[in-house]
């Protein structure tokens, strides 16, 4: 068995500069030797890495305890105010203000519309199969999952299935959630993008084999996010970037606990 320095959650960006990370509770400790999954591993759209990197096992948390973070480190890119947003149509809509007169929101550019459409008509991702096994398997799947809905969330502002696998007081899950909806909330959309999601590992906790940590690398392209009225563009950069989740069963489900992005990781 291994033994390694505990590990701290850094504030640090995922796939999309617009999230924004916390510097929260220690996730996990390097308690067991991690691993490393083979190719029955690989599912659900993800391939395994074939590395030989160690993940270590997460320590139990105290449930009666709440999280200690300093507030979220703004992303590169910050997201605009929120301001009403209009219906999928693209026609203005009006807000009562104070005094009673509507103030009308700017329509978007035929272009924009189009660009708007597409997004929010991307499917939501297909669950791998396994997914909802008590197992290494079944937590590493759960896992690549849940990363591959952030390009889904930020393309369409559908929450509803992040929300349903996040612990309530996952920081890491949270950041998504406030980004998604200022974004949105502004009139905003990302449009769509394909990210490759690789399983590198998992370890288990020694003292509680209902809790798994599951190291992924994730790769994602350059793509264009709008936000605010009148739209504006932008560019956010291309991410690749090593992850941790940490995930505890539930009966009859994975749910996340937390996340965690490593600096300057480990590659597949």
């Given at each position: ?157 559908d929450l509803t299935t992040w929300k ?26 990302s449009d769509m993008w394909t990210q ?73």
């Amino acid at each position: 068995m291994n033994g390694g320095a505990a590990i701290s959650y850094d504030s640090g960006l995922m796939s999309c500069s617009l999230m924004r990370i916390a510097r929260c509770r220690r996730l996990v400790s390097a308690l067991v030797c991690a691993l490393v999954l083979v190719a029955a591993a690989g599912v659900g759209g993800c391939s395994d890495s074939g590395a030989d990197s160690a993940s270590p096992a997460p320590t139990a948390r105290s449930t009666a305890s709440s999280p200690t973070a300093s507030s979220s480190a703004a992303s590169s890119t910050a997201t605009a105010p929120s301001t009403p947003a209009a219906g999928s149509s693209g026609q203005a809509s009006a807000e009562a203000s104070e005094s009673g007169t509507p103030s009308q929101v700017p329509s978007l550019s035929a272009e924009e519309q189009a660009s708007r459409d597409a997004a929010l008509a991307t499917p939501e991702p297909s669950r791998p199969v396994g997914m909802d096994e008590q197992s290494p398997a079944g937590a590493a799947a759960t896992a690549s999952y849940f990363l591959n809905l952030f390009p889904y969330a930020f393309a369409t502002g559908d929450l509803t299935t992040w929300k349903e696998m996040s612990e309530d007081d996952c920081i890491f899950c949270n950041s998504v959630i406030d980004d998604v909806d200022a974004l949105h909330n502004s009139g905003g959309w990302s449009d769509m993008w394909t990210q490759e999601v690789f399983i590198l590992s998992y370890g288990a906790d020694p003292a509680d084999p209902n809790r798994l940590v599951v190291t992924l690398h994730l790769t994602a392209p350059e793509h264009v996010a709008h936000r605010g009225r009148p739209s504006e563009a932008f560019t956010v950069d291309a991410q690749d970037v090593t992850i941790k989740i940490q995930l505890y069963w539930h009966g009859d489900r994975w749910i996340v606990e937390e996340g965690e992005i490593i600096e300057g990781g480990e590659g597949r």
